[in-house]
């Protein structure tokens, strides 16, 4: 898949995914929104049913009073305003009152009596009823245990089970009563909670209202939505992660599409040129008129026999390395000096670097360089790191090889003036099939399967490689070799 066309469904796949994203959000914002609503409605329906029980109840608890009030006012005289300064008192009869009594009104006008009388009798029921409220205390009226009560009873009734605080205010807002349990100040009490009339049903009386504090509202209202919030969390966060493994397999399976198709034409040329020498050394040999005599024979001989052991090399990194990767590469293990292995792999490789006038130096200052191990592989790992240090240099190679001990592990150091490696490559050397860029540098060949060796035989060995590089200062590959025969060997001291 081309880059451009990953980019484009990079960014659909990114729109799409921010959309829902945010279709998520604004729905859930709708549904916290209607939530507070429903949360609201159920508080002022029981703070209306709390009103209207605590009214109820001083209602019962007044009947009696009431009662008495009435009796009593229906036997109080009248005082009845003539108009000639004479004033006639005139004592009115209880219900079932046989007596009748005569009176000189009668002659002023039965009428106006009558009138006065039932004025009389309003005001004394009035008079009668607002003898006890209108001068009564809401303090007085209100029992603090009963309201809590109420308030307890409402809220459970509506499915409320959020804490709050709760006070009664007079017209001035001012407290009149405050739950002992409040936590709250009375100002924030009532300014910010739910507020309701109490005794509405008072036709003079000054209003009083109580007032309900809810201080973790939105945190309750949000508790109410949990299984919706987690669930829709759970499913976006997996959504992002499947989202994100896709993009990511997709881009790997891309790189490594690229890198295959550049080990590939890395090894259809490494394998060309060898077998285009053989197939020209082959046809020198068939034709009469090239055999001139036993030297040219031999030196086409020997360009077979060394083109063909350089396939041979080939074949063998490439079925090594496939071998090493199905994990079927056993070791066999035995001790061999470090020093040995390194000193034949120069003598090999030492024609090149001479061809290319460079240098290796080594520096042994490591006491113990016999160590346990595989000798082919530990060899082949010497030989690449040489190599490697060998064809990343800019003109002539100079590469430097160091031991040294280490506490139970044999430290070799390979340094080179090649072109350095950056500190992003460097996190990439080690993969397999993995090339560094070479800049301008169009010689170096291989199929990038050397370090990917060198760090999986060196963790088979228990081990470890490591890279300090700068660009245009060369590098420093490090390898450390466990020296597990000395812990074998090692006697117990009786």
């Known amino acids: 898949m081309k880059s451009k066309y ?4 990079v960014i659909g796949s990114s729109a799409a995914m921010l959309g829902l994203i945010a279709i998520q959000v604004y729905w859930i914002s709708n549904v916290f929104t209607l939530r507070e609503q429903e949360f609201s409605e159920h508080v002022n329906e029981a703070l209306k049913s709390v009103s209207v029980e605590l009214e109820n109840e001083e209602t019962q608890a007044n009947s009696g009073a009431g009662s008495m009030s009435l009796r009593a006012s229906s036997r109080e005289s009248l ?14 009869p209880t219900f079932g009152d046989d007596s009748v009594s005569v009176d000189p009104l009668a002659a002023a006008g039965v009428k106006d009596a009558r009138i006065l009388s039932q004025s009389g009798i309003l005001n004394d029921i ?10 009564t205390s809401v303090i007085d009226r209100i029992d603090t245990l009963l309201l809590d009560t109420l308030i307890n009873r409402a809220f459970a009734l509506q499915g409320v089970r959020a804490d709050y605080d709760y006070g009664v205010f007079n017209k001035l807002q001012q407290p009149e009563i405050i739950a002992a349990k409040s936590k709250w100040n009375a100002e924030q009490i009532q300014r910010e909670g739910y507020r309701i009339q109490l005794f509405p049903g008072d036709p003079i009386a ?12 939105r945190q309750y209202v949000l508790s109410t939505m949990g299984t919706m919030l987690t669930t829709s969390a759970i499913l976006m966060l997996l959504l992002m992660l499947l989202f994100s493994f896709s993009f990511n397999t997709i881009y790997r399976q891309k ?21 285009a020498t053989i197939s020209l050394a082959c046809e020198a040999l068939s034709d009469p008129d090239m055999r001139t005599g036993e030297k040219a024979i031999s030196n086409y001989v020997g360009m077979i026999r060394d ?34 292995v390194i000193l034949q792999v120069i003598s090999n490789i030492g024609i090149q670097v001479k061809s290319r006038n460079g240098q290796i130096a080594t520096r ?12 082919l592989h530990i060899t082949n790992v010497v030989y690449n790191l040489i190599d490697n240090a060998m064809k990343y240099a800019e003109g002539s190679p100079l590469i430097e090889v160091e031991t040294r001990d280490e506490s139970g592990f044999l430290a070799v150091s390979f340094r080179d003036n090649g072109i350095g490696i950056s500190k992003e490559n460097q996190r990439k050397i080690f993969d397999k099939l993995y090339r560094v860029p070479t800049g301008n540098i169009h010689n170096v060949k291989g ?13 088979m060995h228990g081990g470890t490689v490591d890279v300090a590089s700068e660009l245009k200062k060369g590098s420093t590959f490090t390898i450390h070799i466990p020296i597990e025969h000395e812990k074998e060997n090692k006697n117990p001291v009786v």
């Open 79 to 92: 005082v009845i305003n003539r108009g000639d300064g004479e004033i006639s008192v005139v004592s009115q």
């Open 307 to 340: 083109e063909n052991k350089r396939l041979g090399v080939l074949v063998e990194n490439v079925l090594r390395t496939s071998i090493f990767e199905q994990g079927q590469m056993k070791l066999k293990m035995q001790e061999f000096d470090v020093h040995t």
């Open 447 to 459: 199929f990038g399967l050397g370090l990917s060796y060198v760090k999986g035989v060196l963790e």
């Open 255 to 275: 790189k490594l599409s690229e890198i295959k198709n550049d080990f590939i034409n890395n090894m259809t040329h490494e394998l060309k040129t060898p077998i």
């Open 206 to 217: 000054d209003p009083n209202y109580l007032c309900v504090y809810f201080p973790r509202e």
């Open 6 to 9: 990953i980019q484009w469904l």
């Open 364 to 375: 042994f200052y490591a006491e113990n360089a016999i160590v346990k191990g595989d000798q």
């Open 126 to 135: 009035m008079g009668g009823l607002l003898e006890l409220d209108i001068y």
